[in-house]
């Protein structure tokens, strides 16, 4: 699954930076190795609804700030429902 996950958009690398903090940094913060952070941040693995979370919490964004559907997903779900 490379950085452009056809499934997934991800925005953590650009809010941690602005946040000013370290993958470390925040890697210690969630509780997990800066590997799995490096990962997530990269597109190679999707982070648990538990470390997404405390993701959120650490840079005091939601988690739809960190991780968003694309655009024609989103489009296909509205349209699902309009029917």
Request: with cysteine.
């Amino acid at each position: 699954m490379g950085k452009n996950h056809k499934k997934l958009l991800n925005n953590l690398e650009k809010l941690r930076r602005s946040s000013g903090l370290t993958q470390q940094e925040l890697s210690l913060a969630a509780e997990v190795s800066r590997k799995s952070i490096n990962a997530v941040e990269n597109g190679v693995y999707v982070p648990s609804t538990v470390l997404a979370l405390k993701i959120s919490k650490t840079l005091k964004c939601s988690v739809e700030d960190l991780f968003e559907l694309p655009l024609n997903f989103r489009k296909k779900i509205e349209l699902f429902f309009l029917t």
